[in-house]
């Protein structure tokens, strides 16, 4: 696992204009609102605010980049699939992750968060296909587990690899609050995301 020494926040980025210029690895992190994205981030990162949920869901529309160790990135990726945004905002939202995934040659991968209490939505399975047209590495992290039995951990892991078309290891259950999960998450992005 990596050993966690800085975390920097470095820009909330609402253009590639604005994205940094380091060229260090990118790790982007992707899911519907509400999901508990900012607090796996804070999770992994041994952070407790870094994070942070807009008060209100689907209106932050930046890519937010935080630099790791000075080493590689993690990009915060806006929540798609808010039901109450426009719209006007939904194209905005399109376009800058399409500027994003089309340009950006030092993303190596993409972890997708869900909900391990609910089955894949269809925003869901159509965002994972997305990355899959970028040829882009990617792994799912079901947040929440402390909330399920380890049957019904067991249930949902095999049905979220049936409706992604992913091997075990790239469903990882996981849990902000019990930390359940994080060895075997930064076990994927250092092999897979981080590995020269």
Known sequence: MVTIKTVDFVISAASPAQFPKQGLPEIA?????????SSAINALLNR???AFTSSTPGRTQTLNFYRINNAFFFVDLPGYGYSKVSKAMRRQWVSLMNDYFSVREVLNGVVVVTDIRH???KL???FIQWVRSFSLPHVIVATKADKLSRHQIRQQHGQFQRQAVLPPDLVIPFSAKTRAGKTEVWKQLSENFLSA
Not at 29 to 37: E, L, Q, T
Request: charge should be positive.
């Open 48 to 50: 407790k605010r870094l």
């Open 119 to 121: 089955p894949l939505s």
């Open 124 to 126: 869901d399975i159509d």
């Open 29 to 37: 992190f992707a899911g519907r609102s509400n999901v508990g994205k």
